[in-house]
């Protein structure tokens, strides 16, 4: 029983590490939502938005649990905040605020 106890605990610590790693890269599926988020904030459109649909972010910043991208727009630079459903699984959901990375 207590084999079983520390495989159960390296399991899960591979499973903890491997997620977090996946969860920090930066991968362009969020970015799109990114932009949408804080074309929302600003009050257009995806369609008619001011950032166009293939803009990069001017910075961004990953973690374990999420990624932040921040866009620069008429009105400033805006933070979109990119985090999965529940920590480790699910569908990525951004918002966004004004503010700046820096």
């Known amino acids: 029983m207590r084999q079983f106890l520390w495989y159960f605990i390296f399991a ?15 991968f362009r599926e969020t970015q799109g939502d990114a932009r949408n988020a804080v074309c929302k904030a600003i009050g257009q459109t ?12 001017n910075g961004h910043s990953t973690g374990v649990t999420g990624r932040t991208y921040q866009f620069q727009t008429k009105g400033g630079p805006f933070l979109a905040e ?18 700046s990375l820096m």
């Not at 899960?12 to 930066?26: C, D, K, M, P, T």
């Open 12 to 26: 899960a610590s591979l499973f903890i590490g491997y997620q977090g790693y996946v969860n920090a890269q930066n």
């Open 46 to 57: 995806p369609e008619a938005c001011e950032l166009k649909g293939d803009a990069e972010p």
């Open 82 to 99: 990119c985090k999965r459903e529940y920590t480790f699984f699910g569908t990525w959901s951004c918002t966004a605020r004004a503010g």
